[in-house]
């Protein structure tokens, strides 16, 4: 069975300064972990995903996450927030090629101007 | 390419009632879910379709909801009788072939009241 703990239900940053979105999974497969973003009112879109290739991962509008297997953690990164990544944010897990994903309960990143 | 359309956006009912949703996939994804998405979660999978198929329907509570996929295109959920604890939207994923990413519709909101 997989399971995806987010750590941090609210986390709040100035604009300009580091996100950090903590996501840790079990699985008893080697796992894919995806990020997902959802605004308000809106679907969940695809940030970046690891499928055992490159541990360090890029995405889409300068977030990026590493894989650590040791620590069993797939950590979201953007060096500078802007206003516009103010959401919520998903971790997801599945097991390996069956694509079946469990999410994570969700982190919501505010933005201070 | 157009997106994974889903309808209606909002929709409020009374408990008792029954509702529907619909879901038009991406041109060509094979694979269909179903997400349940309870305010303060991150979505759960109700239902799963490989083209007209069902694949995983072990999250779905079969005495009041039901899916199809007639054709392996669009796809229908229905909850009858609804209860307050449905409140939640309704997300809808489609996956293409062996890829691993899911493409999300922008959801059906539904208050049960």
């Known amino acids: 069975a997989q399971s995806v703990t987010q750590l941090g239900s609210h986390v709040s940053v100035s604009e300009g300064a580091l996100v950090l979105l903590r996501c840790n999974y079990s699985s008893s497969v080697p796992p894919y972990l995806f990020w997902y973003v959802q605004y308000p009112n809106q679907g969940l879109q695809l940030l970046l995903k690891?499928?055992?290739?490159?541990?360090l991962v890029k995405g889409i509008n300068g977030f990026e996450a590493e894989f650590k297997k040791s620590e069993t953690s797939f950590h979201l990164t953007k060096p500078s927030a802007h206003m516009s990544d103010a959401a919520e944010y998903f971790c997801?897990?599945?097991?390996?090629?069956?694509?079946?994903?469990?999410f994570g309960k969700g982190t919501l990143l505010t933005v201070n101007p | 390419e157009a997106g994974v359309a889903q309808s209606p956006r909002y929709k409020i009912i009374e408990k008792r009632q029954s509702v529907a949703f619909w879901c038009n996939p991406i041109s060509g994804h094979a694979t269909l879910y179903w997400y349940q998405q309870i305010l303060g979660q991150g979505p759960k999978l109700l239902i799963q379709?490989?083209?007209?198929?069902?694949?995983?329907d072990s999250q779905l509570p079969k005495d009041r909801f039901s899916a199809e996929r007639l054709k392996g295109v669009d796809s229908t959920l229905k909850i009858q009788p609804a209860k307050l604890e449905d409140s939640a939207v309704y997300l809808c994923a489609t996956r293409r072939g062996m890829q691993e990413t899911q493409y999300f519709g922008p959801g059906t909101r539904l208050l049960v009241l």
């Open positions: 997801a897990v599945s097991p390996g090629s069956n694509y079946k994903l469990t």
């Open positions: 379709f490989q083209n007209n198929g069902v694949v995983d």
């Open positions: 690891y499928t055992s290739a490159a541990t």
